[in-house]
């Protein structure tokens, strides 16, 4: 069965056809622009060109329909109708404590996922306006709701609580809800696979590293903690975000720059992070990583520093399972980061790691890092979303 998967941001839409017997992707994409001038689709299908088109998309409905007519064009599409599509899976950023698992869209849920919004206001609107087009547009085709929060929802409640006056909870849910979880249960779930192990016999910390960042810590096959809280912002420093801070320094930098506090969110979620290390050089690994080769000072303050909270995460999250057996590096720069994987495992002498230079150097693929002696295995794992938002939609129609 084909399923299309969608992941709809506020003026964005990225999309995958998966064939769920094959697991393989047969075409992905992206709308770009929506609502704004100069709006374009991206189009691939496996093993063939890519296609830009630029074209008006006043909003998501004529986007999902750029996407089905890309699908099903005579040419280069894959599929003969839309009746060849069998689901559609939707990623959903947040599911607050109402979802703690995947759930088939109904009218209902729709309202359940509008109740979360307050909690993102930037996501789910506009998951909620890839849904309806779908709707419109697919109206007899099943689709399911997958959350990033959902795998988070089993953390215990000294792991969830703030030390903030409980009120706050009982009346806003203000608490940590973790977010990548779909990519934190894939990757932990591979990890397992890949070692011949039982996956809920294993302690496992996932670092999920790209522009967006976030360590989980997994214990027999149940996330026990994660970084990121009520929003993205908490825990590593990231791209532009800036991860934990003293919560204080909003009113102080508010006071002497003359900003208010919707501004200095603003900073701390776009200006700062490895962008505001590296002096606005760069957000992107691959400039921070050639600048720290060139002993830049500016890039060797942002990787050290960034890499430096990942391990002292490991080590709360070592704590936290009263022990590791596998870590595991997964999205942009956990995958295809040597140099950020070797100068945080730099930090982890006491768990007798011993890193495999010659596996540490390749990228890409499903791997152990370390060698055969090393006390506690490390891994890098391609994380995959989309294949488990897909395997997920296909559990939950069957
Ligand atoms: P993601 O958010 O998972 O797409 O990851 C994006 C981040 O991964 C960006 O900061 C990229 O610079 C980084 N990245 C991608 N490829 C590489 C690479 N070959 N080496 C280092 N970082 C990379």
């Known amino acids: 069965m084909n399923?299309?998967?969608?992941?709809?941001?506020?003026?964005?839409?990225?999309?995958?056809?998966?064939?769920?017997?094959?697991?393989q992707c047969i075409a992905k994409g992206i709308c770009e622009r929506i609502g704004i001038e100069g709006s374009m689709i991206t189009y691939t299908p496996a093993g063939g060109e890519k296609e830009k088109t630029v074209t008006p998309m006043p909003d998501h409905?004529?986007?999902?329909?750029?996407?089905?007519?890309?699908?099903?064009?005579?040419?280069?599409?894959?599929?003969?109708?839309?009746?060849?599509?069998?689901?559609?899976?939707?990623?959903?950023?947040?599911?607050?404590?109402?979802?703690a698992e995947s759930t088939i869209i109904t009218d209902e849920v729709i309202a359940a996922i509008e109740e979360c919004n307050e909690?993102?206001?930037?996501?789910?609107?506009?998951?909620?306006?890839g849904i309806s087009a779908c709707r419109k547009l697919m109206p007899d085709t099943p689709m399911v709701a997958v959350f990033d929060t959902a795998f988070h929802q089993t953390m215990p409640?000294?792991?969830?609580?703030?030390?903030?006056?409980?009120?706050?909870?009982?009346?806003?849910?203000?608490?940590?809800?973790?977010?990548?979880?779909?990519?934190h249960s894939y990757v932990s779930k591979r990890a397992a696979e890949v070692l011949g192990k039982k996956y809920e016999d294993l302690k496992i910390i996932v670092c999920h590293l790209g522009n967006g960042a976030s360590v989980s810590a997994i214990q027999n096959g149940k996330?026990?903690?994660?970084?990121?809280?009520?929003?993205?912002?908490?825990?590593?420093?990231?791209?532009?975000?800036?991860?934990?801070?003293?919560?204080?320094?909003?009113?102080?930098?508010?006071?002497?720059?003359?900003?208010?506090?919707?501004?200095?969110?603003?900073?701390?979620?776009?200006?700062?992070?490895?962008?505001?290390?590296?002096?606005?050089?760069?957000?992107?690994?691959?400039?921070?990583?050639?600048?720290?080769?060139?002993?830049?000072?500016?890039?060797?303050?942002?990787?050290?520093?960034?890499?430096?909270?990942?391990?002292?995460?490991?080590?709360?999250?070592?704590?936290?399972?009263n022990g590791v057996d596998v870590i595991c590096f997964t999205a942009g720069v956990g995958e295809n980061g040597p140099l950020v994987r070797s100068l945080i495992c730099e930090h982890l002498g006491y768990l007798g790691v011993e890193l495999d230079r010659d596996a540490n150097n390749r990228r890409g693929e499903d791997m152990v890092i370390t060698t055969?002696?090393?006390k506690t295995t490390v891994m890098s794992i391609p994380t995959n979303e989309e294949l488990a938002i897909a395997r997920e939609t296909v559990r939950l129609i069957k």
Do not use: W
């Open 372 to 374: 055969k002696d090393s």
């Open 3 to 23: 399923i299309l998967v969608i992941n709809c941001g506020s003026s964005s839409l990225k999309f995958q056809l998966i064939d769920s017997g094959s697991e």
């Open 223 to 321: 996330c026990i903690d994660t970084s990121m809280g009520l929003t993205p912002l908490e825990g590593l420093i990231m791209g532009t975000r800036s991860g934990d801070i003293d919560p204080a320094i909003v009113e102080f930098l508010s006071h002497k720059e003359h900003l208010t506090v919707c501004e200095v969110m603003n900073i701390l979620n776009k200006k700062s992070g490895v962008l505001g290390l590296s002096g606005n050089f760069s957000s992107d690994f691959r400039d921070i990583e050639a600048g720290y080769l060139n002993g830049e000072e500016n890039c060797v303050r942002a990787m050290k520093t960034f890499c430096y909270r990942v391990a002292k995460y490991i080590g709360a999250y070592v704590a936290a399972l």
């Open 157 to 183: 409640r000294e792991a969830y609580l703030y030390g903030l006056p409980y009120e706050y909870y009982e009346k806003y849910k203000i608490r940590r809800y973790g977010f990548h979880g779909t990519s």
């Open 119 to 129: 909690l993102a206001p930037l996501h789910n609107p506009a998951n909620l306006i």
């Open 61 to 99: 409905t004529e986007a999902i329909r750029l996407v089905l007519d890309a699908l099903t064009n005579e040419k280069t599409g894959v599929v003969k109708s839309l009746e060849e599509i069998g689901a559609v899976g939707h990623r959903i950023v947040h599911g607050g404590e109402k979802f």
